[in-house]
């Protein structure tokens, strides 16, 4: 019974897509990703605030704080700097990272303590970060490249009608085998990804609410809330003093500005 | 009432037989919902403190199930290219079983080093690097130098290495998740196996254990019964030649042992490694009820007596005693719904609903199945008769020595009781034929054992653990941990600073050591955590807002007893150093070694209440207050005795043996009522004296009663067969008990009975509490 009914439907999809387009469901989650991709070209730079409160199926809680500056970059992953507030004995801790679409990212971390800037060499992006249930990947900038994709159909949502799209990690290093993504039609927004971990079972369910608009084209959400399926924990990340085209430049995002960063 | 029950009976046998095979069908229907449920957790109740202070941790950091891959080489050198190739594809391979969440092996340790000012962190075998024996050397190097390896992931010569898996069972389907990974995990032993001869792959881990209890115990029950239902049918033929009586007997014990267990299934109850031991017991009970009513009927047919009349009087002369004799036995097994584990009250349960129904099925299927059947009697030679004869001759002759002699051979036994030590080491639950016991015997000659305490130490606000002085404690703890000699292995997050604060420093072995400064440990651990891949994180370590941190020892197999000491040095190790901080020690081992102590307590208001109850029925089936305070010596004795002859043989109580007594008591009771009914019919209606209703006890019930112990003996010799010691130790102690009550009866007694009760010459009915007829 319960296999039928994602059969059909995903027969369903294909009958009538592809008298039209003749596609596959590969070339189709491709276009799909590409369209969003492009839709969200162009914003230059931006700075936000984020908190994060982490949860335990104790119920207990625990908060970091972090402020992110990020500078899209042409064909490469975007830069981004990231300067921790909270846990107060982090305060000032500043993180520098150039991602790329394929292989390592390039980081510096700059330990106020220490006084020092370290460059971590380091292939891991599937770790969580600052303790919480978003790994370093979640929070990477979105690339072309990073995924191979299948359109899988198309399913009410919150936001009217969504794309549901495989989207599979090229990197070896990824902590998924897959992630589920769903779309909005009208305006390409994520509403929800579903990570499923190494042996293919449900990890972590991440819902997006409260999408704002900036520059009259960019979406951001207020709040990204991912839930553990596995261990019980969850994280809530909330947005706020969204900035876009504040200045931001490459100097703004070198090893030396790593220390200024506080 | 009953009159009318035994001649409708008698009347309509087939109607009975078919009624009762439909009843019996309907409650068997229940068994195929009796499943096994592979978790130690079941032992333990949900007020257990102990359990609850474990859940807490586990939910606090993660679960700590796990499956170990005790990985041996052929040429005994894991430091090869061959052997690492293999254990870094079994990593690999480990992350597709079910519900794992993490996966540690040498390849997969995260190495962290300086190059001037860049930290390096990278699996300590990089996949597809060819590796020359420079590199070699290097891995064995770090991998025999890092604390969190060396024996626990990998032996100090090198020889034998784990690749840990760590799962998360979900618990919604208790019953199934264990064999899942049990399936997955034992085909990738198979695969890596059959790929790499003279590579050997031994299972140990808590999932393994879990799954041990089910599968030992299913195959007990498929060995065991049948080898019980062969002991039943030749004891029966040989003793009482008749095939009929056999025949209907085994069906008698099916149809309790279907009823009783298809109505556990009704009653939603899991099946566990105790109370899959009680098809074994209500097979043994179930036998007596049938014993004493061929015995009289056959005794009636053998005077003379047709079939149905014969039939008819001895379910008129049973039917008291053997109700009585039931009900005993089941308030005994009744009284395990005192034990704090809730197997053991399922255990109670059953037997007990399985001898009463065998009771039931006794007075009614059975005599319908006797009637059907052909029933011949043999004349038979008066040698038994003889042999209870001398016996009884042997006792009320020598009885002067027997009373004083059997006094101080029970008491000495009894002597002995306290010194027995309680003891529950999970790992010797299983015998050495089992293959979990042997992996893990393994481990700990080769590794470490498999005893863990997790030990969380609250600093008590949030970030505390970057504190130095938190961190110069939880350092001085781990060493002096270190130094216990019951210590195999430390899992401590002070290692982890401690070699990054090396590495922040150019990978300078001075600042090998703990920072001294809250935030530069804080940015450690920061950017640490940063850098960490999938699965290998210090969540399972840390709480969310890093307030505690969890240690893990790991130590070599010991008693409870000992257990219960290191815990109690690692409380005071808090008390006197560091007292500003909460510790709490928890662990599954430590949840067993306290169990058996709570267990006994709460089985000991359990006992007490069936002896009040059991003493009760037999002061109103004996009509007598006094001989009902006399039964208590035969009724109490054995069990004691046995224990005391339990320090002889083991010296060992755990679990399984804590239920013993109460168990016992409902058991040995029927002796004592059998000997004490018969000897008072003699001295109030035959005007015996006391030296000659002793006589006429062992005349008319000796034999019945030895026949009866040895059926009862022998079931639970065979018990005590199990490869799960739990219930071997439980069956062999049983049958102790039961002999030495025998001996009791039969020894003691009679010479005790001739000593307060001889120097009246007739029995008046004192104190009488029933009515003479």
Request: glycine share 6%.
């Given at each position: 019974m319960n296999m039928i009914k994602p059969i059909n439907l995903l027969l369903t999809a294909v009958l009538l897509s592809s008298p039209v387009m003749a596609q596959t469901p590969e070339e189709r989650g491709l276009e799909i990703a590409k369209e969003a991709k492009q839709r969200d070209l162009g914003w230059g730079d931006m700075q936000a605030d984020m908190l994060m409160v982490l949860r335990n199926k104790q119920g207990e809680e625990s908060v970091r704080e972090i402020r992110l500056k990020s500078l899209e970059q042409e064909n490469d992953g975007d830069k981004s700097l990231s300067v921790f507030d909270k846990p107060r004995d982090v305060k000032g801790t500043a993180f520098l990272s150039f991602s790329h679409p394929v292989g390592a990212d390039d980081q510096w971390l700059y330990l106020p303590a220490l006084k020092r800037v370290k460059r971590i060499a380091s292939r891991n992006k599937s770790g969580p970060f600052m303790g919480s249930e978003f790994a370093f990947e979640d929070l990477s900038s979105f690339e072309i490249e990073k995924y191979s994709y299948k359109f899988i159909q198309d399913e009410a949502c919150e936001a009217g009608q969504c794309f549901v799209v495989d989207q599979y990690p090229v990197d070896k290093n990824s902590g998924y085998t897959r992630r589920v993504v769903w779309m909005d039609h009208e305006?390409?927004?994520?509403?929800?990804?579903?990570?499923?971990?190494?042996?293919?079972?449900?990890?972590?369910?991440?819902?997006?609410?409260?999408?704002?608009?900036?520059?009259?084209?960019?979406?951001?959400?207020?709040?990204?809330?991912?839930?553990?399926?596995?261990?019980?924990?969850?994280?809530?990340?909330?947005?706020?003093?969204?900035?876009?085209?504040?200045?931001?430049?490459?100097?703004?995002?070198?090893?030396?500005?790593?220390?200024?960063?506080? | 009432m009953k009159e009318k029950l035994f001649a409708s009976v008698l009347r309509h046998p087939i109607l009975v037989v078919l009624f009762t095979i439909v009843l019996v069908v309907l409650a068997a229907a229940g068994a195929k919902n009796?499943?096994?449920?592979?978790?130690?957790?079941?032992?333990?109740?949900?007020?257990?403190?102990?359990?609850?202070?474990?859940?807490?941790?586990?939910?606090?950091?993660?679960?700590?199930?796990?499956?170990?891959?005790?990985?041996?080489?052929?040429?005994?050198?894991?430091?090869?290219?061959?052997?690492?190739?293999?254990?870094?594809?079994?990593?690999?391979?480990?992350?597709?079983?079910?519900?794992?969440?993490?996966?540690?092996?040498?390849?997969?340790?995260?190495?962290?080093?300086?190059?001037?000012?860049?930290?390096?962190?990278?699996?300590?075998?990089?996949?597809?690097?060819?590796?020359?024996?420079?590199?070699?050397?290097?891995?064995?190097?770090?991998?025999?130098?890092?604390?969190?390896?060396?024996?626990?992931?990998?032996?100090?010569?090198?020889?034998?290495?784990?690749?840990?898996?760590?799962?998360?069972?979900?618990?919604?389907?208790?019953?199934?998740?264990?064999?899942?990974?049990?399936?997955?995990?034992?085909?990738?032993?198979?695969?890596?196996?059959?790929?790499?001869?003279?590579?050997?792959?031994?299972?140990?881990?808590?999932?393994?254990?879990?799954?041990?209890?089910?599968?030992?115990?299913?195959?007990?029950?498929?060995?065991?019964?049948?080898?019980?239902?062969?002991?039943?049918?030749?004891?029966?033929?040989?003793?009482?030649?008749?095939?009929?009586?056999?025949?209907?007997?085994?069906?008698?014990?099916?149809?309790?042992?279907?009823?009783?267990?298809?109505?556990?299934?009704?009653?939603?109850?899991?099946?566990?490694?105790?109370?899959?031991?009680?098809?074994?017991?209500?097979?043994?009970?179930?036998?007596?009820?049938?014993?004493?009513?061929?015995?009289?009927?056959?005794?009636?047919?053998?005077?003379?007596?047709?079939?149905?009349?014969?039939?008819?009087?001895?379910?008129?002369?049973?039917?008291?005693?053997?109700?009585?004799?039931?009900?005993?036995?089941?308030?005994?097994?009744?009284?395990?719904?005192?034990?704090?584990?809730?197997?053991?009250?399922?255990?109670?349960?059953?037997?007990?609903?399985?001898?009463?129904?065998?009771?039931?099925?006794?007075?009614?299927?059975?005599?319908?199945?006797?009637?059907?059947?052909?029933?011949?009697?043999?004349?038979?030679?008066?040698?038994?008769?003889?042999?209870?004869?001398?016996?009884?001759?042997?006792?009320?002759?020598?009885?002067?020595?027997?009373?004083?002699?059997?006094?101080?051979?029970?008491?000495?036994?009894?002597?002995?009781?306290?010194?027995?030590?309680?003891?529950?080491?999970?790992?010797?639950?299983?015998?050495?034929?089992?293959?979990?016991?042997?992996?893990?015997?393994?481990?700990?000659?080769?590794?470490?054992?498999?005893?863990?305490?997790?030990?969380?130490?609250?600093?008590?606000?949030?970030?505390?653990?970057?504190?130095?002085?938190?961190?110069?404690?939880?350092?001085?703890?781990?060493?002096?941990?270190?130094?216990?000699?019951?210590?195999?292995?430390?899992?401590?997050?002070?290692?982890?600073?401690?070699?990054?604060?090396?590495?922040?420093?150019?990978?300078?072995?001075t600042y090998y050591r703990l920072p001294e400064d809250r935030e530069l440990s804080a940015q450690y651990l920061l950017l640490y955590e940063m850098s960490l891949p999938y699965g290998l994180d210090l969540n399972n370590q840390l709480n969310v807002d890093k307030s505690s941190v969890r240690l893990i020892g790991t130590f070599r197999n010991m008693t409870s007893n000992e257990l219960v000491k290191l815990e109690e040095r690692i409380n005071n190790w808090f008390k006197t150093n560091a007292s500003e901080y909460n510790a709490q020690v928890t662990g599954p081992n430590l949840m067993f070694a306290h169990i058996s102590q709570r267990n006994i307590q709460s089985m000991l208001t359990g006992i007490a209440l069936a002896l009040v109850l059991i003493s009760l029925l037999l002061g109103i089936a004996l009509r007598s207050v006094r001989f009902g305070l006399i039964s208590l010596i035969p009724n109490l004795a054995p069990a004691m005795m046995g224990f005391g002859m339990w320090y002889l043989i083991d010296g060992q109580v755990g679990l399984g043996l804590s239920v013993v007594a109460g168990m016992t008591l409902g058991i040995v009771v029927d002796d004592t009522v059998h000997f004490l009914s018969k000897y008072l019919h003699a001295r109030r209606h035959r005007n015996a004296d006391a030296e000659a209703a002793v006589r006429y006890a062992f005349g008319s019930v000796g034999r019945a009663l030895w026949v009866t112990t040895f059926v009862l003996v022998c079931g639970f010799m065979v018990l005590a067969q199990s490869s799960f010691k739990l219930n071997a130790d439980m069956g062999f102690l049983t049958a102790v008990t039961i002999l030495i009550a025998l001996i009791v009866d039969f020894l003691f007694l009679p010479p005790l009975l001739m000593k307060l009760d001889g120097n009246k010459e007739k029995i008046t009915v004192e104190n009488s509490v029933g009515v003479e007829k």
């Open positions: 305006e390409y927004r994520i509403w929800k990804v579903e990570f499923y971990d190494r042996k293919n079972s449900l990890l972590k369910t991440l819902t997006f609410s409260g999408y704002q608009q900036y520059l009259d084209k960019y979406w951001r959400a207020d709040l990204q809330q991912m839930t553990n399926h596995q261990n019980g924990k969850s994280t809530d990340l909330k947005w706020g003093n969204y900035q876009f085209r504040v200045g931001l430049s490459d100097k703004d995002f070198n090893k030396n500005s790593l220390k200024r960063a506080r | 009796l499943v096994f449920k592979s978790d130690y957790r079941v032992f333990f109740s949900d007020e257990n403190p102990q359990l609850i202070a474990y859940e807490s941790m586990q939910n606090i950091y993660n679960k700590s199930d796990n499956v170990s891959f005790i990985v041996v080489p052929a040429d005994g050198n894991v430091f090869t290219p061959e052997t690492l190739d293999i254990v870094g594809r079994m990593t690999t391979d480990a992350w597709q079983v079910p519900y794992s969440t993490r996966v540690d092996s040498i390849t997969n340790f995260q190495y962290t080093w300086a190059e001037e000012d860049d930290m390096i962190v990278e699996d300590l075998v990089m996949e597809g690097v060819e590796l020359d024996q420079p590199a070699l050397d290097r891995i064995r190097q770090i991998s025999i130098s890092e604390p969190q390896l060396l024996n626990k992931i990998v032996s100090e010569q090198g020889h034998v290495t784990i690749v840990n898996v760590t799962v998360q069972l979900p618990g919604i389907d208790p019953v199934a998740e264990v064999p899942e990974v049990v399936a997955k995990v034992r085909e990738i032993q198979q695969q890596f196996m059959a790929e790499n001869p003279g590579l050997e792959i031994k299972l140990s881990g808590i999932v393994m254990m879990n799954n041990s209890f089910a599968e030992s115990s299913l195959e007990d029950n498929a060995t065991l019964v049948p080898a019980m239902f062969g002991v039943v049918i030749i004891t029966m033929l040989f003793l009482l030649r008749t095939f009929s009586g056999t025949l209907s007997t085994v069906v008698i014990i099916a149809a309790s042992i279907a009823s009783a267990m298809g109505l556990a299934g009704w009653g939603g109850l899991y099946l566990t490694g105790p109370s899959a031991g009680a098809p074994t017991m209500i097979l043994t009970l179930a036998v007596a009820d049938c014993v004493h009513i061929l015995s009289t009927m056959f005794y009636e047919m053998r005077q003379g007596e047709e079939k149905k009349k014969a039939l008819l009087d001895s379910l008129r002369i049973n039917f008291q005693p053997i109700m009585l004799t039931s009900v005993t036995t089941a308030i005994g097994f009744l009284s395990m719904n005192f034990s704090d584990s809730p197997p053991f009250r399922d255990l109670g349960n059953i037997v007990a609903a399985g001898v009463m129904l065998a009771f039931v099925f006794s007075v009614t299927l059975f005599p319908a199945l006797l009637m059907i059947l052909p029933v011949r009697v043999k004349v038979r030679t008066e040698e038994d008769r003889d042999w209870t004869r001398s016996l009884a001759g042997f006792v009320t002759d020598k009885r002067k020595l027997l009373l004083p002699g059997m006094s101080v051979i029970m008491i000495a036994l009894i002597a002995f009781l306290p010194q027995n030590r309680l003891n529950d080491d999970f790992v010797k639950y299983f015998d050495t034929s089992v293959p979990f016991r042997q992996a893990t015997d393994f481990m700990q000659d080769n590794l470490s054992g498999m005893t863990q305490l997790e030990i969380s130490i609250n600093s008590g606000e949030s970030s505390g653990i970057n504190d130095p002085n938190y961190l110069m404690k939880l350092g001085a703890f781990s060493d002096w941990l270190r130094e216990q000699p019951e210590t195999d292995h430390v899992n401590t997050l002070s290692d982890t600073l401690m070699r990054l604060n090396k590495n922040m420093h150019a990978d300078d072995e």
